[in-house]
């Protein structure tokens, strides 16, 4: 990618300098050449000006070499006779249409991220399995919580009939104490009215004794129906607490076989799990897909550079990577456009640079000439530094 927005990038505007910060100076007004610390550094200063150059130069016949010979490349393609073009933008279209296939697999949103895939992978056969097991676990466990639900509001409904039952046995024998106190109070009564009086009290004695044995004979029937009444609510609770007791065995064994099977698949529900599943079935596909393309591209980008070798193209390979510019005429001259402009900036740019060596050296050759003196010293360094660059 780097080679292709190299050659096809956008151009950046550069900003406009004055010329004068491009134009070397040479001012040797304030130089003692007889000192030989200033001429060195003068000369040194000469010649890393013409090394500096030199390496600019190096890289810009590389970079001015790749876009001639595409250049070449687009003229040869041009020229090709009808068959062959055609022969090879049928070979160049189908790798542009795999690309495309690759390209929008890539740039897809909401891909299944390579970690959720492979860990669903490893566990394929077994994830349908799974999402039944959990989703029976889930359902089981809405009627395991329904069934505590109904045991609790039923436990509820006889303990609170256990204390209406408590209440009433309570106040039946509140009112026997009662009774029997107000029967022995009567009694008291009639034996003053008796003795003290002369007074025939028998009829009041019995009216007394019969409404007591009545009244005491009710409370103690109604006292002892409460009472086996109470052992079958206690006896209910009993049976309902063991049954809560089952239930919930069962609840924390179901909760836990959840957990469990959460763990395992990696997922807080069955639903979450069975579009994960669906997900990653999509995604298989979807990657088996991707694969063949990227196959087919392979293939494809060595048949278009094995057909490409038949002509005089510098580097197949390139348009290899860049299909598409063979097929769009439009795209091809504006490619043919771009490289014009870039060789010749390029081409600005090395003479620039030649300009700049070449003035060095005669800046050089100058100072030789106007001081012979130092002539031979001035060339040694001129050697040594060529050497070592």
Partial sequence: MTFWKKLFGKKKVHEQVPEDWENIVYDRDNVDFEDEEQRSRYITNCLEQIADASREMNLLTGEYSLVTSYLTDMEEIEALPGEEREELDGIARRLHTLEQECERYRGKKNRMSDGDYYHMRKQEDEIQEGISKLTECENYGDLIRQDLKRLDMEKHAYEYRRSELETMMNNFRGMSVIFLTAFAMCMGLLLILQFAFEMNTRVGGLLAVGAVAVAVTVLLVKYMDSEKELH??????????????????RYVNNNNLQDYLRIKYNTDCSGTLQKRWQQYQQEKEERKEYAEA??????????????????????????????????????????????ILRRQTLRKQMDYNNTVAENARKEIMEIVNRYPAYGSEILAMVDKYESET
């Fill in 232 to 249: 079958r609510v206690e006896g209910a609770i009993s049976r309902l607490i063991q049954l809560q007791n089952k239930v919930k065995i």
């Fill in 294 to 339: 990227e196959a087919k591209t392979e293939y494809y980008q060595k048949q278009l550079v094995a057909k490409m070798n038949n002509y005089r193209i510098t580097d197949p390979d390139r348009w290899a990577a860049r299909p598409g510019a063979l097929l769009d005429k439009r795209e091809m001259v504006e490619m043919r456009h771009e490289l």
